[in-house]
């Protein structure tokens, strides 16, 4: 039988495996907020086959999405306030354009289209479950245990795999083992 190396494992494994091993590190939270949420919808893209402003908003949004796929971020950040500007109700740009920001390392500005996304959305919805998760981490980036705490129940509570996770990994229980687990790994 020959040795199972960190090369064998799949993308998700690794992110698994490394989310166990450090628990404080949070990173791959790109990876699990992308599928999770397809059972939610957000009721303000609803009307988006009838209203030519949110499809005109919408589009905008996927487009500026694509920018900051290819690191084009200034432009991102462009296109999505011009698709707020056209549907300033939907929650879905405001917290988009709040990821973009934080890849900027703007989290004072994040942090503001994350709570206009989150009234906007009612914390419901897809884009209130990605907020809250959003807004859970950068809590936590900051020390904010508590408060990362409740963004997460509340998004767990919405169907966040992600946010379960994060749940567990502030649990000191569910750090003591991932530490003993560490040890054993050493071995």
């Known amino acids: 039988m020959g040795s199972l190396t960190k090369d064998c494992l799949s993308e ?28 939610l919808v957000d009721p303000q893209d609803a009307e988006g086959e009838t209203d030519p402003r949110l499809k005109e908003s ?4 996927i487009e500026a999405i694509a920018l900051a796929g290819d690191g084009k ?9 011009k698709s707020i500007e ?7 740009p405001w917290n988009n354009r709040a990821q973009v920001y934080c890849l900027l390392g703007k989290e004072s500005e994040a942090l503001q289209d994350i709570e206009e996304a989150l009234k906007l959305s009612n914390s419901s919805g897809r884009t209130g479950c990605r907020a809250l998760c959003q807004r859970g981490i950068l809590k936590r980036k900051s020390n904010d245990i508590d408060g990362a705490r409740q ?9 966040s795999k992600f946010a379960r ?11 003591l083992c991932n530490q003993m687990l560490r040890e054993v790994m050493k071995l």
């Open 12 to 39: 998700h494994d690794r992110q698994v495996l490394e989310s166990i091993l450090n628990p404080s590190q949070i990173g791959g939270e790109e990876y699990l907020l992308q599928e999770e949420e397809a059972h």
């Open 58 to 61: 919408q589009r905008l949004e």
């Open 73 to 81: 971020l200034t432009e991102a950040l462009e296109l999505l306030g």
């Open 86 to 92: 056209t549907a300033p109700e939907r929650p879905a």
């Open 151 to 159: 963004d997460f129940e509340q998004a767990a509570k919405l169907g």
């Open 165 to 175: 996770t994060q749940l567990i990994e502030l649990n000191p229980f569910a750090a």
